[in-house]
């Protein structure tokens, strides 16, 4: 068996010098796959997520990004690896234009940065039309598409999203899932931390169900939505 193509592997640790709030977790995903995060409010997993983006201490355990050790590696070196991550919140500057954001986003790239953007209007195309806008104008799911359009702007090989539909409407949601799904379609591998448990499990390749920073369920997002335990204590019945 290969091992995915980025693995938190066997990750305990916390903020700072604080408690451990992952205990022994193990989060993976492979080239072009879609791997979401779910589990109750307080389950650690933000946390997760953090910890293979290198934003807290790892005190065991490894992140691996295409078979090299990046467990030592700062948040900025990681991107230059290659990951690209999107906070829940303050996830763009709303005094900048969506194009100014996505220029931002390409400050890593010493080559023409112009043809990507082209590659996020394609994708978001209200966001062309709303190019010399204030980001801090556009609605709550525009504003999202703008923080993604950015975080494509270092053309990564993982995209990660923290609570990407958090806030937004079930229509905004679903619309954000397709172009979801369109990104893992180029060949990026897509991690993803969601509340909208169900919705996201059926776009998943890959599902984690955390609780109390441990791994509780691990299977395909097909498995777990069929999983009777799964659903009656995470997925209301």
């Known amino acids: 068996m290969s091992e995915p193509f980025l693995i938190g592997d066997s990750m305990t640790g916390g903020y700072g010098k604080g408690p451990d709030i992952l205990h022994d977790c193990t989060i993976a995903v492979d080239k072009g796959e879609i791997a979401v995060i779910v589990g109750p409010n307080g389950a650690g997993k933000s946390t997760g997520m953090k910890a293979v983006f290198g934003m807290l201490n790892v005190r065991s355990g490894a992140v691996r990004l ?15 690896k290659g990951m690209g991550f999107v906070p829940q919140t303050h996830n763009i500057f709303t005094s900048m234009t969506v194009e100014e954001n996505l220029e931002m986003g ?67 949601m679903d619309e954000l899932f397709d172009r979801i799904i369109e990104v893992a379609r180029t060949g990026i591998s897509i991690l993803m931390v969601e509340q909208n448990a169900r919705q996201a499990l059926e776009i998943a390749d890959k599902g984690y169900v955390l609780v109390q920073g441990c791994n509780a369920h691990t299977g395909s997002g097909k498995e777990l939505l069929a999983d009777p335990e799964v659903r009656q204590s995470f997925l209301g019945g």
């Open 66 to 80: 295409g078979g090299e050790d990046i467990t030592n590696l700062s948040p900025q070196d990681r991107v230059r």
């Open 106 to 172: 390409g400050f890593i790239r010493t080559d023409d940065i112009y043809e990507t953007i082209e590659q996020v209007y394609e994708l978001f195309p209200i966001l062309r039309e709303k190019r010399n806008q204030p980001a801090g104008e556009l609605s709550g799911g525009q504003r999202q598409q703008v923080a993604v359009g950015r975080a494509l702007m270092t053309k990564p090989t993982v995209l990660m999203l923290d609570e990407p539909t958090a806030g937004v409407s079930p229509i905004v």
